[in-house]
């Protein structure tokens, strides 16, 4: 890639990786157009060049992005196979994200999940899923048979579970809520065992920079997320420390208690980020701990709106309280069996 300012589009944009993403090649010094519904605003460090319309529609990209040309073309958001159509012959190089769903296998639940970890980015692929997990593989091997037709250099990026500020799929919610609430306990799937990927926004975006400007990364695909795993137990330490509360944490079977916790219920999944150190340069910006404590603050602040139940958990305080109460019964009855009291 050149050192010289780059013309850069950015399908997004303004969601909890976009910004920082936009933010990193305006610090470049580049020009940075983003294409999107103008939905959610966003402000950022420097003049922005603003393409309103539908990513996800085909006639409408069309329209907006008619006679254009650029250096990078980055997708964030729309869809992505037919962005690569719209934009082959007229980006130099385009980075698509796609997601961890792509492997085989990881949308088990706990505990039955069996993903050999760390993933590596050449891990079987899943075709058969249904939805959009079904219809990721295909849209990477679009990419990349783009580009060996000469299309673009593409590079694709395999998101995480982002967190952050304004990331709206929060598990993070899931504890902070009960804190607000002043809730004594928390029920813990279990014990909070799983080690599931996130990425922090910044550190994300840091990635994707690096995927869009890295001569090395044409041709391949990157696992993205922080460095270092939390587990779901130790995640939820930390938003207590971080929000000083006296919360106690009960780890219970998964199967028991479903909807609680959602980041618990997950099976244990660690991607390889090995590429993206090696090729990119890849380091964190931010370590878990420290980006917990700020997505916190922030999910404190501003409270659950536009957040999605299915990440942040349900919050039923009678049937969690129902599940100690017979769970404290089986822990004693087992407690007596081990001690040989079995009257």
Request: hydrophobic fraction near 45%; glycine fraction near 12%; include cysteine.
């Amino acid at each position: 890639m050149s050192d010289s300012p780059a013309r850069v589009l950015v399908v997004g944009g303004t969601g909890p990786t976009g910004v920082p993403i936009v933010n990193g090649f305006l610090a470049r010094g580049d020009q940075v157009a983003i294409f999107h519904s103008g939905a959610h605003p966003a402000t950022f460090d420097g003049p922005v060049e603003v393409l309103l319309g539908d990513a996800r529609d085909e006639t409408d990209a069309t329209r907006v992005l008619a006679g254009r040309e650029f250096d990078i073309a980055l997708c964030t958001s729309g869809r992505l196979r037919v962005l690569a159509r719209l934009l082959a012959g007229r980006t130099r190089r385009l980075v698509g994200v796609t997601g961890q769903p792509v492997y085989a296998g990881t949308m088990r639940p706990t505990p039955q999940g069996s993903v050999a970890i760390p993933i590596r980015e050449d891990a079987a692929r899943q075709y058969d899923a249904s939805g959009y997990t079904g219809r990721v593989a295909v849209g990477e091997d679009q990419l990349f048979e783009q580009h060996a037709a000469g299309d673009f250099e593409a590079v694709v990026v395999r998101y995480p579970g982002i967190y952050g500020p304004r990331a709206p799929l929060a598990h993070e919610w899931a504890v902070v809520r009960r804190i607000l609430d002043g809730r004594p306990f928390m029920v813990m799937p279990h014990d909070g065992a799983t080690y599931f990927q996130r990425g922090y926004c910044d550190n994300v975006a840091r990635l994707m920079v690096l995927a869009a400007t890295v001569p090395a990364a044409a041709g391949r695909a990157f696992n993205a997320g922080d460095e270092v795993v939390l587990s779901a137990r130790e995640v939820a330490r930390v938003i207590i420390d971080e929000l000083e509360a006296d919360m106690e944490l009960i780890g219970v079977p998964a199967q028991w208690c479903r909807g609680v916790y959602p980041l618990a219920e997950k099976s244990t999944l660690v991607l390889d980020l090995s590429a993206a150190r090696h090729v990119l340069g890849y380091a964190d910006v931010l370590g878990p701990e420290e980006a917990t404590r700020l997505t916190v603050r922030w999910l404190a602040e501003h409270g659950g709106e536009g957040l999605s139940p299915a990440f942040g958990g349900t919050f039923d305080y009678a049937g969690e309280e129902a599940v100690v109460a017979a769970w404290r019964g089986i822990e004693r009855d087992m407690a007596s069996i081990a001690a040989g009291d079995r009257s």
